[in-house]
């Protein structure tokens, strides 16, 4: 609650500071005009010096890294009490054992997408014989047998079909009429997160090599996307409770209280990123909505709020900072003894799927799994396997800067071999 409110009273008084509301009515001129610049929204060059991210992850560690848990002394809890990393909340999670046995899919001996050499079989015919199941999976239009599949990895050409089959998107006509009424009120109003939006994205995927191409689209799902009171929905179900701002006037009176934005989710830097692997799959901007909304809800909200969920970002922090403990424990006190804690430098690869990070094919090889398991604790192993495979340099470094240094650059890594040897050969 207290983080949820600190974001909040960051959003206002940004209102305050630059006089500005948190919402109001677009004069019909620029409607019009936005109308016409929809599809190039990219081109405006609007002031957003003043417009600052409201957090970026690094401020969501600090929250994480004083979080405890009053109903535990940590005393109490053998397992916890040898726990050196930075995150305090003694959670239960997994062990190599167990996620062996939890991505059994991911074994030497099975085949896989994204593997060149696999030993026991030629790639090319694994390939071949893998792109018939999956056109087999997409004929049957069975969820359950996609998800399935998709733990090997997707054929490139059937990835946006199976995706949408897991996901149960089938932009029917209401769907799409449904989109066109957020485009609706994205023309009508003028929220302050369109602002912050628009920041973000010029700073983040704007200065991408990948995803640059895709600047109109993300402004259009990001901007419909403030607008979804459905997104309020998924809160139900999780613990957290959307931010609520108070009509001017009314502070504190509950029946006063909107949700601001109208989806409950302000965007921290590094949110549209969440979006922009997703456009080279999809290029009809209705259908790319829906996709996004949906892995939004089922994954990505959970990686920026707090629960005890085994996919939840804390769950992730401690399983990455065990496994490291447990398995590289010479590596994990030596980063520690330098002041380069390891999840100051896996945490925002974590917060954001490693999404701008890896370079794309390996991303989606990766968010393959992430649909295929319906979890995120894949990306704690990914982070930890990074960290295994760079260890050999990691030793030497002597700062935090210059452990940054050595995993500055993930590009050319490889995301299945580095998961199935960390997995199965160490």
Known sequence: GSWEKRILKSLNSMCAELSIPLAQKRPVSEQK??????????TDEPDLSLFRPVYAPKDFLEVLMNLR????????QPS???????????????????LKEDFSELGLN?????IDDSAQVPPEFFENEHVRVGQKVLAEQDSAAAQQYVRQGCPTALRADLWALILNISNQAEDILYY??????????????DSLIYKDVK?????????FVFEDYLYQVLLCFSRDTSVLEHFTYSSATPPKSYIRGKLGMEEYAVFYPPNGVIPFHGFSMYVAPLCFLYHEPSKLYQIFREMYVRFFFRLHSISSHPSGIVSLCLLFETLLQTHLPQLFYHLREIGAQPLRISFKWMVRAFSGYLATDQLLLLWDRILGYNSLEILAVLAAAVFAFRAVNLMEVTSLAAAEAVLADLSTLKVMPL???FLFAT
Do not use: C
């Open 69 to 76: 848990n009053p109903n535990y002394e940590n005393g109490e």
């Open 180 to 193: 066109e009424q957020l485009k609706s009120n994205v023309i009508q109003h003028d929220l302050l997160v």
């Open 80 to 98: 916890f009490r040898n726990h050196l990393g930075l995150i305090q909340v003694p959670l239960k999670v997994k062990d190599i054992p167990e």
């Open 203 to 211: 700073l983040t995927a704007s200065n991408d090599d990948y995803y």
């Open 110 to 114: 099975i085949g896989q997408l994204g």
């Open 33 to 42: 005009e936005l109308l016409n610049k929809w599809n190039e929204m990219g």
């Open 419 to 421: 998961l199935q040897i």
